[in-house]
């Protein structure tokens, strides 16, 4: 009867000693906390990025108005451009075009940062679990899936629609570098070309907006293989 309550002694301070090892705060522990709070620094930065992005787009695609007020000619047509005007919005198609490609790329790099985030959630959701703390799941709200979201949103995001804005104002920008090029008949002879460019215009920001996102799923960062 000693010897077994001895043995049972024994085995609970094995048992609190595996508990304490499971419960104190690991160097791994300590890494995953700071790289939770720089990830997470850095994802509200991007946020910030892009904010500051699409206003300086904004300021882009307003020059044109800025020039008309200087111009102060009430005889201006939007399809009958002086060559500088019209330079301008042919340069501002150009330049969209490169702030519509800097958008998607930053939004990309905040999903990554999401998904980075996701997964030190989830390290300390097994730690949680190893230690027998069951009050993190049920208190957890976030998510812990670390290939989550998808960098190809759909439609139910806003973030989506902001980019299909920033497709159809660079269109529409080319529509009017398009129509005084047929007018003035310098390139553009074919009565279908202008239709046929801007739809190519469309198809092109859509384009390059799904071979991003699906290159994105394939290699999330250049260069290093995604991990599973």
Known sequence: MT???????????????????????????????????????????????LRQNFRFYLGLIAAPVTVFAIYKDPSMEVFKLPQVM?????????????MFLNMINTRFDIILYTRAVNGV????????????????????????????????EGW???????FVLIGVVNSAYLYVVLQ???RSQVWLKWCGAV????????????????F???????KEIPGVANSK
């Open 121 to 152: 959630r989830l390290y300390f959701k097994l730690r949680a679990e190893e230690a027998g703390h069951v009050a993190f799941e049920i208190a957890r709200k976030l998510p812990v899936e670390k290939n989550k979201p998808p960098y190809n």
């Open 3 to 49: 010897r077994s309550s001895g043995n049972g002694e024994i085995m609970a301070e094995t048992d609190q000693e595996t508990l304490l090892s499971k419960t104190e705060k690991t160097a791994v522990d300590e890494f995953m906390l700071s790289e939770y709070q720089t990830i997470a620094a850095a994802h509200f930065d991007l946020h910030n990025g």
């Open 212 to 218: 991003l996102s699906s290159q994105r799923e394939r």
């Open 195 to 210: 239709a046929v460019g801007v739809i190519l215009s469309v198809f092109l920001h859509f384009g390059a907006y799904m």
């Open 86 to 98: 019209l330079f301008l919005f042919a340069v501002i198609t150009i330049l969209g075009f490169l």
């Open 180 to 182: 005084n090029l047929q």
């Open 156 to 162: 139910n995001r806003a973030y989506t629609w902001l």
